[in-house]
């Protein structure tokens, strides 16, 4: 996806190319390697102005190992002034002890560490320091373990910013997919779809495609059995929930499908004629996506105040600090980024 940098600039308080805010993510992962890369990026710095919320420590350590450019500009975070920000910088939230890090591995300090980086990104945004955040892989055993107790970025930000109700899209060029449920077990999954959840879910997927001004505003929406129930048959969510939401939506003119049986939703074809799915649960939309899309694919959160993508892979522990991770997710990430944010998300 291309960002056109005649497009309106996001709304923040900085006079000069968006600033962008990067939170580092888990410091043993790939996220540190990764926002080493875009604040070398100089093709990228002629649209925006990464500031990454990290640890500098860190990042310089990392950048040695990894024979990557160490970063050329570091503030505290307590000290950091947006509007006097001209170039890639680190706002150092000086959270870790860098020389304790053993990379590949999970850690309290990591995950509690990475929290904090969240927090200031969060709060930048939300005070317009910045026009949007992306956020780098987090580990969810190492939060955990610092008792940092959320299921994900997605629940940790919503709490953050006070939205009560948000959804995880999953964007590339070719391929969109919004999920009705996020990090929920199976067995939870059919409690928790609902006409409503449903309907909001089509309507919040219908607003960012139209806001971006997508070619194709269809929207294919997956059910939750087998053979999409087979009218009841082999369950009841369909008729009771999905369809009649649906319906609801079809009234608001929207451009929408029946339940679609998942095992053939992402065929090709249906694929060249959808602009957007729904889908009921995380791996139902996932294996596809990442499938199809996994190099350029990214996490978009809807119902949020502000703007916040990310890479839809996660920490890499098997390849971190070694200088092999893939810089594409996180610049696709920061293209959503800015897109969304120029549009007014």
Not at 81 to 92: E, F, G, L, N, R
Not at 308 to 318: E, L, Q
């Amino acid at each position: 996806m291309a960002y056109n940098p005649n497009d309106a600039h996001p709304e923040s308080d900085h006079a000069g190319p968006p600033l962008i805010g990067i939170s580092m993510g888990d410091a043993a992962g790939v996220g540190p390697e990764l926002c080493l890369q875009m604040l070398a990026n100089i093709s990228l710095h002629k649209i925006c102005t990464p500031v990454v919320f990290g640890d500098t420590a860190l990042l310089k350590r990392v950048a040695a190992t990894c024979s990557l450019p160490a970063p050329q500009c570091s503030i505290p975070l307590d000290q950091w002034d947006p509007a006097d920000t001209p170039s890639p910088t680190v706002i150092d939230c000086d959270g870790l002890t860098a020389s304790e890090v053993i990379p590949g591995q999970a850690q309290a300090p990591c995950g509690r560490a990475a929290f904090e980086y969240i927090k200031a990104a969060t709060s930048a945004a939300v005070q317009r320091r910045t026009a949007a955040i992306v956020t780098a892989p987090i580990n969810k055993h190492a939060m955990h373990l610092a008792g940092v107790q959320y299921p994900g970025h997605t629940e940790m930000i919503a709490d953050l910013t006070g939205a009560k109700d948000v959804r995880m899209m999953f964007a590339a060029d070719n391929l969109v997919v919004t999920l009705v449920t996020i990090h929920v077990g199976y067995a939870d999954v059919p409690d928790l779809l609902t006409r409503e959840s449903v309907l909001q879910t089509i309507t919040m997927t219908a607003h960012v495609l139209q806001r971006l001004g997508h070619d194709n505003t269809r929207i294919t929406v997956c059910g939750l059995n087998p053979h999409a129930g087979e009218q009841g048959l082999f369950g009841h969510k369909e008729l009771t929930a999905i369809q009649p939401a649906i319906e609801d939506a079809r009234k608001m003119g929207l451009d929408v499908s029946d339940p679609l049986p998942p095992d053939t939703a992402f065929v090709t074809e249906m694929r060249q004629r959808t602009g957007a799915y729904i889908a009921m649960f995380h791996d139902q939309g996932l294996i596809p996506f990442k499938m199809l899309a996994f190099s350029k694919g990214v996490n978009i959160t809807l119902g949020l105040p502000i703007v916040r993508t990310s890479p839809d892979h996660g920490t890499a522990y098997d390849i971190a600090w070694k200088g092999t991770a893939s810089t594409e997710s996180m610049e696709q990430s920061i293209l959503w980024a800015l897109r969304l944010a120029a549009q007014g998300k």
